[in-house]
């Protein structure tokens, strides 16, 4: 991607899956006028395509070669890869449960690094993802870090399903949060943790606008 700013001012949302980051960065974006990355849709792409192609999710050399070759563009909320949509395919439950042990993989986390990296342009980023403050943006002004009890996540993902049409238990969603939770949050590589600096969010009893709010406040007072 070109014109990369690295002084362009970047906010960094992350927290484990179901917290609401997706819709509070979309919703701070468009609010700034700012780009946006959601960089878990990136580990999603690269592990569906990389079960499309038969690629085993510890084969790291090969989901490396792929992360290289792949040609990615985000558009009006939908996600081309190759010149398909993966939109749909990338937002399940085993594309996400997938996704994490792709991420787990310090080579294939070095190739897409520069991807996200990429991103940050003028007049600024919003990067929605686990290790956006950590890693990735550690010089960002603004972090967040947006958690939810796993109860909580996995009953707004049930209702979320459900209201696709689609047929799902939430006691099989709730067991497939807290396994996901756990693998990112003891993995060797980028565990799933607060920046020192973020600003701390528990979104459990909170609406999305209350969240929204308290994020536009915080980056109102460290950027302008």
Not at 23 to 31: L, R
Not at 76 to 99: F, H, M, N, P, Y
Not at 108 to 126: C, D, N, S, Y
Request: with cysteine; charged share 25%; aromatic share 4%.
């Amino acid at each position: 991607m070109s014109n990369i700013n690295n002084s362009a001012p970047v906010v960094t949302i992350d927290g484990p899956g179901g917290a609401g980051k997706g819709t509070v960065a979309a919703a701070i974006a468009a609010a700034k006028c700012w780009h946006l990355l959601d960089s878990g849709a990136l580990y999603r792409i690269i592990a569906v395509s990389g079960e499309a192609a038969d690629i085993a999710l510890d084969d790291t050399n090969s989901l490396v070669a792929l992360c290289e070759r792949l040609q990615i563009v985000f558009a009006a909320e939908r996600v081309q890869v190759d010149g398909q949509d993966l939109t749909e395919a990338i937002r399940t439950e085993e594309a996400g449960s997938s996704a994490s042990k792709v991420a787990a993989l310090p080579p294939v986390r070095e190739a897409i690094l520069t991807l996200q990296k990429g991103f940050r342009r003028a007049p600024g980023l919003v990067a929605d993802g686990r290790d956006m403050g950590t890693v990735v943006f550690p010089d960002a002004p603004v972090k967040i870090f947006l958690d939810a009890s796993a109860q909580a996540r996995a009953e707004r993902r049930y209702n979320q399903l459900k209201n696709k049409g689609l047929s799902v238990n939430l006691r099989a969603l709730l067991e497939q949060i807290q396994e996901r939770d756990a693998r990112d949050r003891e993995r060797a590589v980028a565990p799933l943790k607060p920046a020192q600096d973020a600003l701390i969010i528990d979104s459990t009893q909170m609406t999305i606008e209350e969240v929204v709010a308290a994020v536009m406040t915080q980056l109102a007072s460290k950027v302008g």
